[in-house]
């Protein structure tokens, strides 16, 4: 249309010139200016070339148009990448949440395993030992462009993406011994951060919520301490400071606090910390022992699984280290997770007959809910919410005979509408967004 408005203005111009022989400045998609009477008559090729043009512009706004609504309608969607034996040996597979389009994504003689979907939802990390020895792959949601990044005969693993999805994090052994990695999504500029003789690692190393810092653990000092450095290998920094261990770490939501597991007081206790590594305070303060932190997504208070004289229980506390709240009791009840509104709380809890249930509380305790009802020896593990907190995946390890296989359920965050997903499922992440 933009064309065919041009033609007609064109045209207009031309007749105002034969009459006053006058300069007109014309707006086009920029300003520009004429200085001189346009004297070339508009013929009919011109016409035809300047119809054509709108036509070729017209279409290619569309195509645009509806790639953008294809892309839409991909980051929209939410989805479940996973790990499974289904064909002999691990691959990846993608799914849609209730259980259609299942689609296997890697088809190796080897095992690919530990998929996990990068910000943007467009792209899939995973580690894989095709090679012959452990790798960090990349490949497009749909399977293509399946690339190896780490390219390194050593052993590589544990990638994380950064929030900004621009970097990877890993763990690798090319030095003899484990140390934290930082590269480019390509596999181009492949940092050692801390570059210590020492094993310095993480299963996962973990970036801040900014992307600037990524924290692991090291044992460097003869014990294992909780230290963080820059994602470019400076200011590497001590964060724990004790002769006894020191673990688990995890940033708050802001990035301003770290949440840490130690054992400086003869027991496991929760431990936060400023991210430059001042005003430590022990939260929990049990005479028996804590762990497992979670953040509230507003980062205001951290969950966790405290040991009574009986049993386990979950706990919340302030970031500050007051108003301890015991939520549970009278069961083993272990690792919470926050809902993504922060207004409730899964968790693991062991049942007289030994099956592990998931069962959701609210944050202030009431409203206990068991959520899943399993066989006998079943467990449930590894659940987590979507990013909306409308549902929860999670896997059930099920022992028949002594063969154990997995499977990956999900169901609404209430526990109804259970389905499975697949049968021998391994390790799973949801997609973003």
């Keep these: ?10 045209t207009l111009i031309v007749a105002i010139f034969s009459l006053v022989g006058c300069n007109i400045e014309v707006a086009k998609e920029e300003t520009a200016t004429i200085d001189e009477p346009v004297e070339e008559e508009v013929t009919d090729e011109l016409k035809e070339e300047v119809l054509d043009k709108s036509e070729e512009e017209e279409f290619e706004e569309i195509s645009l148009s509806e790639d953008i609504e294809e892309d839409k309608s991909i980051s929209e969607v939410y989805k479940i990448v996973f790990s499974s034996i289904l064909d002999g040996n691990e691959d990846i597979y993608i799914i849609n949440i209730d259980g259609s389009g299942q689609k296997r994504l890697t088809d190796s003689p080897a095992n690919d395993s530990n998929p996990y979907f990068s910000p943007d939802g467009f792209k899939i990390v995973f580690g894989s030992n095709r090679d012959g020895n452990g790798e960090i792959y990349i490949m497009n949601v749909d399977g293509s462009e399946q690339t190896n990044l780490t390219n390194n005969p050593s052993d590589d693993f544990g990638a994380s993406f950064s929030p900004d999805g621009s970097k990877i994090a890993f763990s690798s052994m090319r030095g003899g ?42 044992y460097r000092d003869g014990n294992t301490e909780v230290y963080s450095v820059d994602s470019d290998g400076k200011n590497q920094i001590n964060l724990s400071k004790n002769s006894s261990w020191d673990g688990f770490p995890c940033w708050s939501p802001d990035g301003s606090k770290i949440a840490f597991v130690s054992e400086r007081d003869g027991k496991k206790e929760i431990y936060v910390i400023d991210s430059y590594g001042e005003n430590r305070i022990n939260l929990s303060k049990n005479i028996l022992w804590d762990a497992s932190p979670c953040w509230s997504p507003d ?33 083993y009840d272990t690792n919470p997770c926050w809902s993504p509104d922060g207004s409730k709380i899964i968790f693991r809890s062991v049942e007289s007959n030994g099956c592990d249930e998931i069962y959701i509380v609210d944050s202030d305790g009431t409203n206990r809910l068991k959520l899943t009802d399993n066989k006998l020896n079943s467990r449930c593990f590894s659940y987590s919410w979507s990013p909306d907190g409308s549902k929860i995946a999670f896997i059930s390890l099920i022992d028949v005979n002594n063969n154990t296989t997995s499977e990956i359920y999900i169901m609404d965050s209430n526990g109804k509408n259970q389905i499975k997903l697949t049968d021998n499922g391994g390790s799973f992440s949801w997609s973003l967004r």
């Design 1 to 10: 249309m933009k064309k065919i408005f041009l033609y007609l203005l064109i």
């Design 177 to 218: 011994n484990s140390e934290i990695y930082v590269m480019n999504t390509d596999g181009s500029n492949q940092i050692n951060l801390t570059n210590n003789e020492a094993d310095d690692w993480y299963q996962y190393p973990f970036f801040s919520p900014d992307g600037s810092k990524i924290v692991f653990m090291s």
């Design 299 to 331: 980062g205001s208070r951290i969950a966790f699984e405290s040991e009574s004289a009986t049993d386990m229980e979950i706990c919340t506390v302030d970031s500050n280290g007051e108003n301890q709240v015991r939520l549970t009791s009278g069961s």
